[in-house]
């Protein structure tokens, strides 16, 4: 048991040098999923690895080491449901031992059979504080794949990898509201030059010259920003950009 656990140590450098060399949370997850199978494998056969990321407000991420575990996780979001799936959304570990006597899932198991998988093992990550919502997918063609060595295995190394993962989210997150931010003040700068246009040509207020944009923008059925985009290009004003200090 010690020796196990001590094997584990390195992970926490791995996930950490993860982190570093990948540009976003989607080449982080890829990496982190490859290095997953690569270290939960063992000699009695290679396991496939994919890992699920449920963000708020954002289309899932599914990361894989290979095609198997690519082609896996799809065919529950297919479905509907799954193992992995409840795994991720329920945060609670999932083990299927032989998919031949399960029958949670019955459709998604026939078909996870059919492409050769007999065990699947999936582990929650730890995301305290978070809306996002992460599970370990793991998938073994031997029944029984996973005993109970290796779920603890499983168990310790997401433990480890908690930490890198609730990382790359945040720094996703910090990512996504300074483009929000940056997006939100380049359209407030264009709308508000075609709101002076206005007021130049009509002598009205502020006030109804932004009506005018809106009734435009609804008449049209086209995005706000875009009608003042149309008003500026017409007055010669040209292309627009927000300078940032």
Avoid at 14 to 20: G, R
Wanted: hydrophobic residues 40%.
């Amino acid at each position: 048991m010690e020796q196990q656990i001590n094997d584990q140590h390195p992970v926490l450098a791995d996930v950490q040098d993860l982190l570093l060399e990948t540009p976003d949370v989607e080449d982080f997850l890829t990496e982190l999923a490859r290095h997953s199978a690569g270290r939960l494998s063992d000699s009695s056969g290679p396991v496939f690895c994919g890992i699920t990321l449920l963000r708020h407000r954002r289309a899932a991420t599914v990361a894989y080491s290979d095609h198997h575990a690519l082609l896996l996780d799809e065919l529950q979001y297919q479905f509907k449901e799954g193992p992995c799936l409840t795994c991720c959304k329920e945060q609670v570990l999932v083990h299927i031992p032989d998919l031949e006597r399960d029958n949670t899932w019955p459709e998604y198991n026939q078909v996870a059979r059919q492409q050769g998988v007999r065990s699947i093992l999936a582990v929650p990550f730890a995301m305290p504080e978070s809306t996002a919502r992460a599970g370990l997918n793991l998938y073994c063609e031997r029944p029984r794949g996973f005993d109970q060595l290796a779920v603890q295995r499983a168990t310790e190394y997401v433990e480890q990898a908690s930490k890198g993962l609730r990382l790359a989210v945040l720094i996703a997150q910090h990512s996504q509201t300074a483009a929000d931010l940056r997006a939100a003040m380049e359209s407030r700068t264009i709308i508000d030059m075609a709101v002076g246009i206005i007021i130049a040509q009509n002598r009205c207020s502020q006030a109804d010259a932004l009506e005018l944009i809106k009734r435009a923008s609804s008449n049209r059925n086209v995005k706000l920003r875009d009608v003042a985009a149309s008003i500026v290009e017409s007055a010669g004003g040209g292309s627009v950009s927000t300078h940032f200090t």
